[in-house]
C-alpha cells in the first residue's frame, strides 16, 4: 500500500478483514496470553505485552502515516519519551527545545536526571548556531517539538536533521501537534519520530496514548525490546479505540485548521488580544518555514490576554464552547492557561524567561462550526 494517499492507508493498512469471520474492522484481541502448539512453536504471538493482534495493526497504520518502518504503541506520550531517554547510555546529554510541554520537562529534571544521570541543555533550536555550541562529548540527542508546545515556534526539520547527522546525534521529534497529515519528520531525516497519541491521532479525548516510529533498525530493536522489558504498551481496547480515530484523522486535520486559521485572523483584529501567536498568520516570524514545512498550519493558537493575569481568569470563566481543560487535539474546542495547567511543573522564572507568562492562552480549535467558535471568544473577551 505504499503507493496509496494518506487516508487510504490510515483506513486500511494493518485493517485487512479478520481471516475468521471476514469482520471489516480489526477484532479486539482481549487476551493476555497465546495457546501454543509445542514450547515455542505459536502463531506469532505468545504473550499480550510483547505482541498483541490489535495492537500490532495500530502500529503498522501509523507507522505508514508517518512513512516510517517501525511503530510500537504505548500507553502514553511520556512512556513512549521515557523509552527514547532509556535507550541512551546514561550519563547522555541532551540538547533539548527551551520551548517544551511540561511533562517532558518534568519527565527530564525530576526523573531521568537522577535515575539515568541524564544532562539537558534547553536552547532555541530555531538557531542552529546555538545547538553547536552546546555539544558535548556525551551528547547524544536532538529533541525537537515543532511546532512547540506552547509558543508554536516552528523549527526547521531539515537543518536539525543535518545537524544532527553532522555530529552523529539521534534526532527526535515530538509530532503530536503537527501529525503525518501535516509534516513527516523522518521523511525529513529524523531517526525518531514520537506522538502523544492521546492527541490528535486519536481524536476524541478518550484514550492516553503514547507512539515511537522510526525508520532504523537498530533503534526500532533497542526500543522493542525496552518497551517489552518495561511494559510500557497500549491495550488492545485502547488500540481498538486509536484505530478507530486514525480513519477520520486527515479530514479532520483538513476542519481543524481551516477553523484555526480563520480564528486566529479573528483574534489578531480583537482589541483586547495583545498578541496571537500563530504560524498561520502572515507576520508570524515562522511563517515561512511552517509553509515550506507543513501542509497547513495545525488547529493550536496561543495569544496574550490584554490586561494580564485578571483579565485572563475572567476571559477563561466566560467561555461555553472552549471548555477549560488540559490536553488538546480533539473534536471539541479546550482552552488553558498552560502557567496554571500543562506547563505548571516549569518552574515561574524558566516559563517567564521563555515567554510563558500569566495571560498566554492556549486553544485547541475543535471542528465545531467556526461561527460559533468565534461568537463564544468574542462573548468572553467582552466580559473582561
Known sequence: MEDYGFSTKAIHVGQEPDSATGSIITPIFATS?????????????????????????????????????????????????????????????????????????????????????????????????????????????????????PLLKIIDLKKIAALAAKYKLISVCDNTFATPYLQKPLQLGFDIVVHSATKYLNGHSDIIAGFIITNQAELAAKI???????????????????????????????????????????????????????????????????????????????????????????????????????????????IEVPALMTHASIPKEIREKNGIADNLVRLSVGIEDVDDLIQDLDHALQAI
Open 33 to 149: 496470553t497465546f495457546v501454543q502448539e509445542s514450547p515455542g512453536k505459536h502463531k506469532g504471538y505468545e504473550y499480550s505485552r510483547s505482541g498483541n493482534p490489535t495492537r500490532a495493526a495500530l502500529e503498522k497504520c501509523v507507522a505508514a502515516l508517518e512513512e516510517g518502518t517501525a511503530g510500537f504503541a504505548f500507553s502514553s506520550g511520556l512512556a513512549a519519551e521515557s523509552v527514547i531517554v532509556d535507550s541512551l547510555p546514561s550519563g547522555s546529554h541532551i540538547i533539548a527545545t527551551n520551548d517544551l510541554y511540561g511533562g517532558t520537562f518534568r519527565l527530564f529534571e525530576q526523573v531521568k536526571k537522577s535515575g539515568n544521570q541524564l544532562e539537558v541543555s534547553y536552547v532555541d533550536l530555531t538557531e542552529p548556531a546555538v545547538i553547536e555550541q552546546s555539544i558535548k562529548p556525551n551528547t547524544r540527542m536532538i529533541w525537537v517539538e515543532s511546532p512547540t508546545n
Open 224 to 334: 522493542k525490546f525496552l518497551q517489552n522489558a518495561e511494559g510500557a504498551i497500549l491495550s488492545p481496547f485502547d488500540s481498538f479505540l486509536l484505530l478507530r480515530g486514525l480513519k477520520t484523522l486527515a479530514v479532520r486535520m483538513q476542519a481543524h485548521c481551516k477553523n484555526a486559521q480563520t480564528i486566529a485572523e479573528f483574534l489578531a483584529r480583537h482589541a483586547k488580544v495583545e498578541k496571537v501567536l500563530y504560524p498561520g498568520l502572515p507576520d508570524n516570524p515562522h511563517h515561512p518555514v511552517a509553509k515550506d514545512q507543513m501542509a497547513a498550519f495545525g488547529g493550536m493558537i496561543t495569544f496574550f490576554i490584554r490586561g494580564g493575569s485578571s483579565a485572563t481568569i475572567k476571559f477563561l470563566d466566560n467561555t461555553h464552547l472552549f471548555s477549560l481543560a488540559e490536553s488538546l487535539g480533539g473534536v471539541e474546542s479546550l
